[in-house]
């Protein structure tokens, strides 16, 4: 079942080219547009919508942070993303006039359900992205956005965040076309740049073994800090689940700018920081967050888009991902931290697939 792979996890970071095209392919019309066959929601409902609110659990609310930023921009409505545990508890601003968005690569999370019957009982609209065809969350949903991503069998979630990512951009895109709020023109270009994607994260694949050989230099460490700016950060957040999640190794991620407001006193010689700097409007600023915590004694692995090279010359290492629009970088910009986060769980002989304390799916509260 593993096709060669040791471990699911491996072979699951390695099926994402397949998942991201499959989920793509199912929403393109041959006229290069996107189409929500067997979803009801009309021109009307989208134009309507003064508010969306996302709301998932782990790396599926990882997802949503991008998921805010990509329909902020591109629908021009305001997005609020939420952890379904907290959101169920706190009485949300919830109408007929809410798009409810559910993520969930399960469809069973406990939470999340509980979260989106609250969200229908205060008359939101409610639209999944699902994985499990038919899972509860589909079910109670009044539309599905699926992932085809395929069976996810490790505990620590990686195509599944890469597909719902996939559906962030293509809900994004639809509803800026449908209201008017993006040119054609970009939402060609954003579209041709989802298509080059699968491409490019195997293009990424002939990293593999630089990246095997940080783990073995960095397998050791007590503590990883994970910091990036705008889509970055919600990419940081994520890098620093897979880590904790399969090699017990005390991680955490912060928005870059925000280090300086107190948790950079926790920098010290030989702490390791990956700094993601994929976006090009940020990327003076995210060079001089590397900076300052180069200051501070710590090593710092950057992530950058090929032909960005300055960043040399302050990090001590550096991935490069493809290049590609800013919009697009959290699809490429995850999967070396994905990569990283397996090799060194295999470096400390962990169990991959079955990280201690954790199950596939959360059914209780
Ligand atoms: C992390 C992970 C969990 C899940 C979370 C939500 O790798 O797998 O954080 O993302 O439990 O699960 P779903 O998406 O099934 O609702």
Same mark, same amino acid.
């Given at each position: 079942?593993?096709?060669?792979?040791?471990?699911?996890?491996?072979?699951?970071?390695?099926?994402?080219?397949?998942?991201?095209?499959?989920?793509?392919?199912?929403?393109?019309?041959?006229?290069?547009?996107?189409?929500?066959?067997?979803?009801?929601?009309?021109?009307?409902?989208?134009?309507?919508?003064?508010?969306?609110?996302?709301?998932?659990?782990?790396?599926?609310?990882?997802?949503?942070?991008?998921?805010?930023?990509?329909?902020?921009?591109?629908?021009?409505?305001?997005?609020?993303?939420?952890?379904?545990?907290?959101?169920?508890?706190?009485?949300?601003?919830?109408?007929?006039?809410?798009?409810?968005?559910?993520?969930?690569?399960?469809?069973?999370?406990?939470?999340?359900?509980?979260?989106?019957?609250?969200?229908?009982?205060?008359?939101?609209?409610?639209?999944?992205?699902?994985?499990?065809?038919?899972?509860?969350?589909?079910?109670?949903?009044?539309?599905?956005?699926?992932?085809?991503?395929?069976?996810?069998?490790?505990?620590a979630s990686t195509k599944a965040y890469t597909t719902q990512?996939?559906?962030?951009?293509?809900?994004?895109?639809?509803?800026?076309?449908?209201?008017?709020?993006?040119?054609?023109?970009?939402?060609?270009?954003?579209?041709?740049?989802?298509?080059?994607?699968?491409?490019?994260?195997?293009?990424?694949?002939?990293?593999?073994?630089?990246?095997?050989?940080?783990?073995?230099?960095?397998?050791?460490?007590?503590?990883?800090?994970?910091?990036?700016?705008?889509?970055?950060?919600?990419?940081?957040?994520?890098?620093?689940?897979? @880590?904790? &999640?399969?090699?017990?190794? #005390?991680?955490?991620? !912060?928005? %870059?700018?925000?280090?300086?407001?107190?948790? *950079? /006193?926790?920098?010290?010689?030989?702490?390791?920081?990956?700094?993601?700097?994929?976006?090009?409007? @940020?990327? &003076?600023?995210?060079?001089? #967050?590397?900076?300052? !915590?180069? %200051?501070?004694?710590?090593?710092?692995?950057? *992530? /950058?888009?090929?032909?960005?090279?300055?960043?040399?010359?302050?990090?001590?290492e550096v991935i490069y991902i493809p290049?590609?629009?800013?919009?697009?970088?959290?699809?490429?910009?995850?999967?070396?931290?994905?990569?990283?986060?397996?090799?060194?769980?295999?470096?400390?002989?962990?169990?991959?697939?079955?990280?201690?304390?954790?199950?596939?799916?959360?059914?209780?509260?």
């Open positions: 079942e593993k096709e060669g792979y040791e471990h699911f996890m491996l072979k699951e970071i390695h099926e994402q080219p397949k998942g991201i095209q499959e989920t793509l392919v199912r929403r393109l019309n041959e006229d290069g547009t996107i189409n929500l066959d067997g979803i009801s929601m009309t021109k009307e409902d989208i134009e309507n919508f003064d508010k969306v609110y996302i709301v998932a659990c782990g790396t599926a609310y990882h997802a949503g942070l991008v998921g805010k930023l990509v329909i902020e921009k591109m629908a021009r409505v305001p997005v609020e993303v939420d952890i379904a545990s907290e959101f169920r508890y706190r009485d949300p601003f919830v109408d007929e006039k809410t798009l409810f968005i559910a993520i969930s690569q399960s469809g069973e999370t406990l939470d999340t359900l509980a979260a989106l019957r609250e969200a229908k009982r205060k008359g939101a609209r409610i639209l999944s992205v699902v994985n499990v065809v038919g899972s509860s969350v589909a079910r109670e949903s009044d539309d599905v956005f699926y992932t085809w991503a395929g069976p996810e069998i490790a505990v990512l996939i559906c962030m951009y293509l809900i994004g895109l639809y509803m800026g076309s449908t209201k008017g709020t993006i040119e054609k023109d970009y939402y060609t270009q954003v579209l041709e740049e989802l298509k080059l994607l699968p491409e490019k994260v195997e293009k990424l694949f002939g990293e593999e073994d630089q990246i095997a050989a940080l783990a073995k230099k960095y397998h050791r460490k007590d503590q990883v800090f994970y910091v990036g700016r705008g889509l970055d950060s919600g990419v940081s957040y994520e890098g620093s689940l897979k @880590l904790k &999640e399969i090699s017990y190794i #005390n991680s955490f991620a !912060i928005a %870059a700018g925000e280090l300086k407001h107190g948790t *950079i /006193a926790l920098m010290e010689e030989e702490t390791l920081v990956f700094a993601l700097a994929t976006q090009d409007f @940020l990327y &003076e600023k995210m060079v001089s #967050n590397v900076e300052e !915590i180069k %200051a501070r004694g710590a090593r710092v692995v950057a *992530i /950058a888009k090929e032909g960005r090279t300055e960043i040399e010359q302050v990090a001590d290049p590609c629009m800013d919009e697009v970088s959290p699809v490429l910009a995850v999967i070396p931290l994905q990569i990283f986060a397996y090799y060194v769980a295999k470096e400390r002989g962990c169990n991959i697939d079955k990280p201690k304390n954790l199950a596939k799916s959360v059914t209780v509260e």
